[in-house]
């Protein structure tokens, strides 16, 4: 139509010559290339921390940043530290975790023409977490995440997967997966693939885990392991302290075994009568509602309004931002520090018989983080309580790097945080699997 009118203008100007031209530029390659790249268009990058990068499908390579916008097509891939959302255009959610490549190949949906909908993810290598939009919800029978070794369909899903290219493993938050060897029609299909060797995992399944090796012809429910973890399968949580310890910037093994004996050795701080003053660190809501009891976090287009200030790390649901950049070094002039506890917030999740999730709102009610700044360490210790969930603690030590970014680890514990720029303020959140669930939640914390 455009064309036509076009070629008509031209006529009643008598610059036919001039508007041939017009129209051979944008019939040619590089124009259409334009357009469909612009229509193609299915999400944006709404945190980014650390080093990554996003490939195009004609190869182009460009540095991620949050509002990068993200099409059909394209390869996000995340270095070592780095950790990137996506919201997609009918609000699914993915989260590529550090040392990642994801493929988008398909991402489109038709009321019309059901069959014609398709969302298909490729994960190369890594990890990776997805909760389903309503395009997902919508067309169930249309999702598909490969990975080198594994096809993986949806029944509408937050689900975690990682893979490498000796084995897939994938677990389940809410509703349920298939996953299947990627051989035969799988390879090009959409949906659950139900080849023979297929098995299914949701969220009932607590404890469990579905994987597949290169060695293996059928898939295998496994007692659960850190799916999230960076490292490879079969990790150990002795494996996890060796890798953060070759990680460490200018830490040791003797640092690393002297935070986590002074975690392990702090006992409950009496709470002092004011809390501290956070005003360069600030949480971040990846979702729209805030969990029960959270009085810590702003919402993400709140944050997103706050000049200078830029995330560090997150899970999906929170974000932490810090006023000073992402990546800038610590300035700080005293060899160690001991925080005080000045804001958080804790849920328990858990799932009932009938395979209905819940949230409980649970309560951190003292804390301890103690930061080595000459060994590049940490360890932080916290008491939670709930109804369901008594009486737990929270001990986890790790290794700090020199922008301020930190990660630990602990029994059936992670955490990752920030800490300011001058290092008088510090965040993290932390996850922990216990017997009625699983507890999350985020702190604040300074001096």
Known sequence: ????????????????????????????????????????????????????????????????????PIRVGDRIETGPNGHVHVRFTDGGLVSVRPSSRLLIEKYNFSEQQPSMSAIKFKLEEGVVRSITGAWGEAARERFRLNTPLAAIGVK???????????????????????LSPLQGECQASLGPCMSGGERLLSQDMKGQMVAISRQQTAAQVLPMSDVAARQYPNDTSSTKQDAAIKVASRGDASA????????RGFDTVAKSSTQPDIKQLVWARMLAISSDGDTISKSLDQVLQMPGYQGTVGNFNYGLFRSGGAQSMLTVGEPSAN?????????????DIRGVTSS??????????????????????????????GQESVVTSGIVQSNGIFRGTGANTFTAGALSVDGTEAGYFFEKAVNAGQLRGITLWGR
């Not at 690393?256 to 975690?263: I, R």
């Not at 506890?341 to 999740?349: C, F, I, N, P």
């Open 1 to 68: 139509m455009y064309r036509y009118s076009l070629f008509g203008f031209c006529l009643g100007r008598k610059l036919l010559g001039v508007c041939l031209a017009l129209a051979a530029l944008i019939s040619s390659p590089l124009a259409l290339a334009v357009a469909n790249s612009e229509q193609a268009l299915v999400g944006r990058a709404t945190l980014v921390v650390g080093m990554a990068r996003v490939q195009s499908e004609s190869g182009d390579m460009s540095g991620l940043e949050r509002g990068t």
């Open 156 to 178: 509408g899903t937050d689900f975690v997967v990682r893979a490498n290219p000796e084995a897939t493993l994938a677990t389940v938050y809410t509703g349920a997966i298939v």
């Open 339 to 351: 925080f005080r506890l000045a804001g958080s917030t804790a849920q328990l999740l858990s799932t």
């Open 360 to 389: 409980e709102s649970a309560k951190v009610d003292a804390g301890t983080l103690s930061v080595d700044f000459v060994r590049s360490s940490f360890a932080t210790q916290l008491q939670v309580s709930g109804v369901k969930l």
């Open 256 to 263: 690393y075994s002297d935070a986590t004996s002074t975690a």
